[in-house]
């Protein structure tokens, strides 16, 4: 990794979505000029200037070279502020790092998705990828949960990626016009047939990745190939909080994403 990479770029909003009461999903251009590109699954350094910084998985689609998105919540200091930010306004951008998605592994597999929340957006830009290359995998299934109806993020979108992929949902929560799975996300494991063999990756919250692991890993998955996005954990985004060290490893450094056998003995990762 470069250091050049932490030095900010300065980047523009030029779009921004509000997905939920609390997520929203900005688009941002760099105005260097300079190319940007990423693999999905990778992250950057978002700065907001008085504010601080804080790293974010990019949610868009790889190919777009003009701009990118980032999707988050408003939970802490820097995403409230950014959040409350307009179209025109300004950011740092610093990135991308980390490893991302295994590309060339994932290639002619059938590969499923499993996500809770918020986990969704840094792999809503491999779905897209996907969107965009039917052929680069055997099939896609989709499984994601959210705790309403309302937080089901990029639900407008859904009905396109069903033409490619296989998409399964379910809430916590719902009114009655809600006619979909009631439940956390594991109530969808009884309900789709997942292959022998399959790929998957996982980004939620631990009651997920440990109801993955006693249900696939091993068995209907191989442990090379249950892959775990581990995002979540990150704080500063570059090695020196600590914040996210898991036994030998950095998730901002060596991460985010890890397969389950590089990372099984490592207790603390799930909790």
Known sequence: MKNINYIPRKGKIIGKKILAEDIASIEIKLLDK???????GQFILVTVLGFGEIPLGISSLPAKKNSFEVTFRAVGLVTEKLFGMSIGEYV????????????????????VVVSGGIGLAPIRSLILHIEKKPQFVKSLTLLHGARCEEQLIYREEYSSWSKFTEVNLTVDDCGTDWSGCVGNVTKLYDKVKIKRGSTMIVCGPPKVYKSIIDRYAGKTIAEKDLYFLLERRMDCGVGKCQHCTCGKYYVCLDGPVFSYDKIKYNKEVFS
Do not use: V
């Open 34 to 40: 300079k190319p940007f590109s990423f693999i999905p």
């Open 92 to 111: 740092g951008i610093s990135g991308p790092f980390g490893n991302g998605f295994p590309m060339t592994h994932l290639k002619n597999k059938d590969l």
